[in-house]
């Protein structure tokens, strides 16, 4: 059974930082893709950055240059350092795993005030 375990949220001011954790289990040959996901209040859920098992990164637009993406593929755990937050990047992150199928993680809300 795959579990994904988040940690790394909270209330952060603009301008700050935060790093997300995402430890996954369950799954004998590792995770394909990992990443992470947003929700903002009334929008849709989006992706924020992904990172394959070779290293291989996306960015969505808006967090490109602030955040950072990395895996530890001896441990199946996924982090995303978050700097230079803005009020616009609240919302909860989810943590994504992929194999044949997609996992997630129960969110993890971060807020940053202005």
């Known amino acids: 059974q795959v579990q994904l375990v988040e940690s790394g949220g909270g209330l952060v001011q603009a301008g700050g930082s935060l790093r997300l954790s995402c430890a996954a289990s369950?799954?004998?040959?590792?995770?394909?893709?990992m990443g992470w996901y947003r929700q903002a209040p009334g929008k849709q859920r989006e992706l924020v950055a992904s990172?394959?098992?070779?290293?291989?990164?996306d960015y969505a637009d808006p967090v490109k240059g602030r955040f950072a993406i990395s895996r530890d593929n001896n441990k199946n755990t996924v982090f995303l350092q978050m700097n230079q937050l803005r009020p616009e990047d609240t919302a909860v992150y989810y943590c994504?795993?992929?194999?044949?199928?997609?996992?997630w993680g129960q969110g993890t809300q971060v807020t940053v005030s202005s």
């Open positions: 994504n795993a992929k194999t044949h199928i997609s996992y």
């Open positions: 369950g799954s004998p040959l590792g995770f394909r893709t």
């Open positions: 990172i394959t098992s070779g290293g291989i990164t």
